[in-house]
């Protein structure tokens, strides 16, 4: 339980990237929210996010039918980082979020963050582009002790929910 504790302390140092990423899913959580509603545009302030289509809907927080919540300050804050220019409000199509997603992951791949958490799996012995966990080969099923569905990656998770991860 030890070891397990300093891996988990070793990622500390790495929360703002996991924060960033989290963000960023929060975009893609929006513009996919934006699509089953229809909406076309959604403006984005630091206390709202309004969503316009067929009828126009603001709140602080935006809570999809996926259960997914985005707050505005959040957006708003990575809106400003990803548009690169200061703005009280911040207009946004679907596709322009997803552009911009697309971008932010290019450009996360590739940041000194992503190879100092690279760095912190290798040091506390995460082989790099480690395998995904698979089920083990398939015993016969007997009656007693009901059959266990094959673990899948938290990214085949999202995939069969329609999304794509953020990073």
């Known amino acids: 339980m030890e070891n397990l504790l300093k891996k988990a302390g070793a990622m500390t140092a790495h929360l703002d990237l996991f924060q960033n990423m989290l963000h960023l899913r929060g975009?893609?959580?929006l513009a996919a929210h934006m699509e089953e509603r229809g909406d076309r545009v959604t403006m984005v302030s630091a206390e709202n996010i309004t969503l316009?289509?067929?009828g126009m809907?603001?709140?602080a927080v935006i809570q999809t039918s996926k259960g997914a919540v985005i707050a505005a300050e959040s957006a708003y804050s990575v809106l400003r980082?990803?548009?690169g220019h200061d703005a009280s409000e911040y207009a946004v199509t679907r596709?322009?979020?997803g552009a911009l997603n697309t971008?932010?992951?290019?450009e996360l791949e590739g940041s000194d963050a992503m190879r100092a958490f690279g760095?912190?799996?290798a040091r506390i012995g995460v082989p790099s582009g480690a395998a995904p966990v698979t089920a083990p080969a398939a015993a016969p099923a007997t009656t007693e002790t009901p059959?266990?569905?094959p673990s899948r990656t938290r990214r085949g998770a999202e995939e069969a929910q329609g999304e794509s991860p953020a990073a």
């Open 27 to 29: 975009l893609l959580q």
């Open 52 to 54: 316009i289509g067929s």
């Open 57 to 59: 809907d603001s709140a």
């Open 81 to 83: 980082g990803l548009k």
């Open 95 to 97: 596709e322009e979020l």
């Open 103 to 106: 971008r932010a992951v290019a």
């Open 119 to 121: 760095e912190t799996l």
């Open 147 to 149: 059959s266990e569905r």
